[in-house]
């Protein structure tokens, strides 16, 4: 039922984006206004919910400790999981994460990971046998276009205002917080471009996204280093988009990173 | 450091495995390996051995999926238990269901789905033995399994990744290379249009190497587009 209003209401944004408009009036590469609000949660070590526009999506860090990977032994661990919750929209169901969610989980998680923004090598406790594990939980709480974005902000923004729990005998008090902070480094953040028609846009609002030809979504670090990219959508890019949209993130995550 | 990592990963000009920063690993591909399937292909890309099975256009199960005006292409990239050095647990995971994503959004562009409305596509890629980069020999495997099945297309997808090493912009990573490099970058390509239907990224990338691993990556598709060209002209004849 969705996906024919879409093929309705592909043909207006379409024109629209022809005639240089958007739906909500915004520049092609124009972000909706974005809240990022850390330290949410009180219970977690780290959190922050990120408006941008309508959508909402709050990141709870949470650390424990484990073992770590056998071919990584003096490394912390991270993970990152997104939950599409289908309080966020009717367009979301209950049941196990089906690939959107999974794709989120891992275009999030491959910014933050690939940036090395957190310094794992400190998070080893006793090397091969003892390490922190840093989860990262992402919930959608109202969905209207571009969780890329949103949720990477909110990742970055709740790891930086993690701080460890009290340990005592190796034990982890999680009522106690200490004032020591989790290693965060950089302040990676991804943006993404939606292409519709021939046009391209940043930060799709969820009518531009339900029409979508293509998307990209790049992450780069303080540096202006890329560290992940991902294109979806059924259609394509050319060559010469996709280079002028890489230069146009470095710009644009400028906006981004100084929220954080 | 991880275990294992190489000190360098190229010396005199030469890697590891002996070749040159822009060169492929050596590629064979050969079509209607299967006899079930309505079209099929074989792979092997260095230590990458992918089968491909293609299905259809036939009935939608379940049937609510089906869409009016077009086939669905459905891909399936599913990683043998044994084709990896430690054990893969079977079954999907959450790196298959996001390759077999990224595969099936690389190959809808070339099809005309809009031919076959209320049917399925199906395609099946099994990674046999994995050595680095099964994503780009799955993608070209089903588009050769397309192309076998006699499913009309526009052209064939043609995939290959380049990256970064030891600070070098390299085609095609191998294992060590991807295991340790500083950077992937998989690309897929609609030959002749300048159109990329796959990217994906991961590592790092400073100013100027995006654009040099890019360009590469492209030439790189276009050498594989070359030996796809010529396995269907040899399973079928034509100059």
């Keep these: 039922m969705f996906d024919i209003v879409a093929d309705i209401k592909k043909d207006f944004i379409v024109n629209l984006l022809r005639s240089k408009k958007r739906v909500d009036n915004r520049a092609f590469d124009e972000y909706r206004p974005i809240v990022v609000e850390p330290g949410v949660s009180e219970k977690a070590e780290g959190s922050s919910l990120v408006k941008i526009g309508n959508t909402q999506v709050m990141v709870g860090v949470k650390l424990a ?150 998307r990209i979504t790049i992450g780069t670090n303080e540096k202006g280093d890329i560290c992940a990219m991902q294109k979806g959508g059924d259609g394509t890019f050319t060559q010469e988009e996709i280079i002028d949209l890489v230069n146009k993130s470095r710009e644009k995550s400028e906006e981004l990173r100084k929220l954080v | 450091m991880k275990i294992g990592e190489p000190e360098k990963f190229i010396i005199d000009g030469k890697r590891l495995d002996g070749r040159k920063p822009g060169e492929l690993r050596k590629v064979k591909i050969e079509v209607g390996v299967l006899k079930k399937a309505d079209g099929s292909a074989y792979v092997e890309w260095g230590g990458n051995k992918v089968l491909a099975a293609c299905y259809g256009p036939r009935e939608v199960h379940p049937k609510h999926l089906a869409r009016a005006d077009r086939a669905i292409l459905r891909c399936t990239y599913s990683m043998a238990p044994f084709s990896v050095t430690d054990r893969k647990r079977p079954g999907p995971d959450r790196r298959s269901i996001e390759i077999s994503k990224v595969t099936r959004q690389a190959l809808e562009p070339v099809v005309f789905t809009n031919l ?124």
């Design chain 1, 65 to 214: 400790i484990g073992e770590p990977f056998s071919d990584m032994p003096d490394l912390g661990v991270m993970m990152t999981n997104a939950e599409l919750n289908p309080l966020a929209s009717p367009r979301f169901e209950k049941g196990p994460p089906d690939e959107d969610t999974i794709e989120l989980s891992r275009v999030v998680d491959r910014v933050i990971r690939e940036s090395k923004c957190i310094e794992l090598e400190k998070l080893c406790i006793t090397e091969g046998e003892e390490v922190w594990i840093v989860f990262i939980d992402a919930h959608i709480l109202d969905y209207d276009g571009n969780l890329f974005d949103a949720t990477a902000l909110g990742a970055i923004s709740a790891l930086r205002n993690t701080r460890f729990p009290k340990v005592e005998d190796g034990r982890i008090i999680y009522s106690e917080k200490t004032d020591k902070k989790l290693p965060v480094v950089d302040r990676p953040v991804e943006t993404t471009f939606a292409k519709i028609g021939k046009d391209i846009v940043l930060d799709p609002v969820l009518d531009e996204e339900l029409v979508l030809d293509a």
């Design chain 2, 116 to 239: 076959f409305p209320r049917t399925a596509i199906d395609v099946f890629i099994e990674i046999l033995q994995a050595q680095a980069g099964t994503r780009c020999t799955g993608i070209v495997a089903a588009s050769m399994a397309l192309a076998d099945a006699g499913i009309p297309m526009r052209n064939l997808v043609p995939a290959c990744a380049a990256g970064k090493v030891g600070g070098e912009i390299v085609l095609d990573l191998s294992d060590v290379e991807d295991n340790f490099g500083e950077a992937d970058l998989p690309v897929a390509i609609v030959p002749q249009k300048d159109e990329v239907t796959l990217i994906q990224m991961d590592g790092n990338f400073e100013k100027g190497e995006f654009e040099k691993a890019f360009k590469l990556a492209v030439e790189g598709c276009m050498k594989i587009y070359e030996i796809q060209k010529e396995a269907l002209k040899k399973r079928y004849g034509g100059a």
